[in-house]
T-cell receptor
Framework: DAMVIQNPRYQVTQFGKPVTLSCSQTLNHNVMYWYQQKSSQAPKLLFHYYDKDFNNEADTPDNFQSRRPNTSFCFLDIRSPGLGDAAMYLC????????????????FGPGTRLTVL | AQSVTQPDIHITVSEGASLELRCNYSYGATPYLFWYVQSPGQGLQLLLKYFSGDTLVQGIKGFEAEFKRSQSSFNLRKPSVHWSDAAEYFCAVGARDNAGNMLTFGGGTRLMVKP
């Protein structure tokens, strides 16, 4: 089945130790998103890729970076995790409905729960 | 900029009872509207969506939602709730005419189901 896969499902890291979360998709969608979701809160968009074009949200900390080496894979790098970065990280994908319309149905992966010790 | 309000943070219903989760949005034009469900420790699963056409949309798991432009609402309904429906529900709006806009989520409604 076509899907969005996130690895690992659970990640434990130490304060200040870089960590990378992985997302892959078999949907062949050209837009990939990373969201941060803290407990009992709505998902918050960090950034997204439209093909190879990176779009950062204005309030995303510099500590968060992303890479998209090809259509199928996207990575979230947290350079120096702090205690406040402990959260669920969700990856999503979509295929825009037309030129200039980036909003479309987003399909989410199962998430990676990050714990910072 | 668009916004979404889910007035009910928590709702408890008895199994077999009907359910309505409220969602109000703010946007100047006709939006894309979505309902997602999230079970504990899981990602978001799409329940249903409205883009255009019939304002009553059917989704998975027996859910439906009705888009009411006059009330800026997109409430989610189910005639008979099952214990497995206990989860967090998120309403979201996407802008139709701004290439740079992403989904805006409401704060979520946590549904608990009593046996």
């Amino acid at each position: 089945d076509a899907m969005v896969i996130q690895n690992p499902r659970y990640q434990v890291t130490q304060f200040g130790k870089p960590v990378t979360l992985s997302c892959s998709q078999t949907l062949n969608h050209n837009v990939m998103y990373w969201y941060q979701q803290k407990s009992s809160q709505a998902p918050k968009l960090l950034f997204h890729y439209y093909d190879k074009d990176f779009n950062n949200e204005a309030d995303t900390p510099d500590n968060f970076q992303s890479r998209r080496p090809n259509t199928s894979f996207c990575f979230l790098d947290i350079r120096s995790p702090g205690l406040g970065d402990a959260a669920m990280y969700l990856c999503a994908t979509s295929r825009p409905r037309g030129l200039g319309q980036s909003t479309d149905t987003q399909y989410f992966g199962p998430g990676t729960r990050l714990t910072v010790l | 900029a668009q916004s979404v309000t889910q007035p009910d943070i928590h709702i408890t219903v008895s199994e077999g009872a009907s359910l309505e989760l409220r969602c109000n949005y703010s946007y100047g034009a006709t939006p894309y509207l979505f309902w997602y469900v999230q079970s504990p420790g899981q990602g978001l699963q799409l329940l249903l969506k409205y883009f255009s056409g019939d304002t009553l949309v059917q989704g998975i798991k027996g859910f439906e939602a009705e888009f009411k432009r006059s009330q800026s609402s997109f409430n989610l309904r189910k005639p008979s709730v099952h214990w497995s429906d206990a989860a967090e529900y998120f309403c979201a709006v996407g802008a139709r005419d701004n290439a740079g806009n992403m989904l805006t989520f409401g704060g979520g409604t946590r549904l608990m189901v009593k046996p």
